[in-house]
């Protein structure tokens, strides 16, 4: 018999302007959701109230970036929770390439930042490793900062992919090589944490990617 503690769940942000024409959005690039991106908020926005109303989720945080706050807006209307921006939530920092279209700010590198963790792709732009160890020391401590609590973040596809590194990886560890996951735009990643018979706890991913809100009824 298991005892559930703690809950993480993990909302990406809707299809965002910048996601469309295909530029790094970063603080200038990022100039919020599409008319389809406010459309899925609005979807995962009620989804979630319904699950509110059963098992409230305590605290609600966003990354600052205006395409996640807008998600989490819509998000904390249905549910009555105040929104919490955390700085070390958002996404990777581009640097002089913020706001270029994406061909420009890649030029000489070959495939994605994970291609190559520990190189700056851009003049003040942040290395895929070290945007990892950042991005991950938040998530565990909005963690810490709630124990035993139902944790909301709306983030990023790269926020899902911290989770990962933050639940198994020791704090000094990092990213290695060219592998990611899936994280459709307004899908559901759920972390529980269980106490087992012995007392030993253990985080599980129990559900990845949900977008069961955007079918059809």
Known sequence: MTTLHAELVLVRHGEA????????????GCTGLTELGRWQAAQVAARLAR???DRPFDVLYTSPRRRAAETAAAIADRLGLPVLAEPGLRNPDHGSA???PWAQARAGLTGSARHHPDRVPAPGA????????RSATALRTIIERHPGRRILVAGHRETVETAQLAMVCHPGCAGRGPVGVVADHT????????TDRHGYGTWLLAVHNDIGHLAPD
Do not use: K, P
Request: with cysteine; proline share 0%; charged share 25%.
């Open 17 to 28: 302007v910048c996601n469309v024409t295909g530029v790094a959005g970063g603080e200038r």
């Open 51 to 53: 699950e509110h109303a």
């Open 98 to 100: 913020d706001g270029l």
């Open 126 to 133: 942040e290395t895929w490793n070290g945007y990892l160890t």
């Open 187 to 194: 899908g559901v990643t759920r972390w529980r944490h269980e």
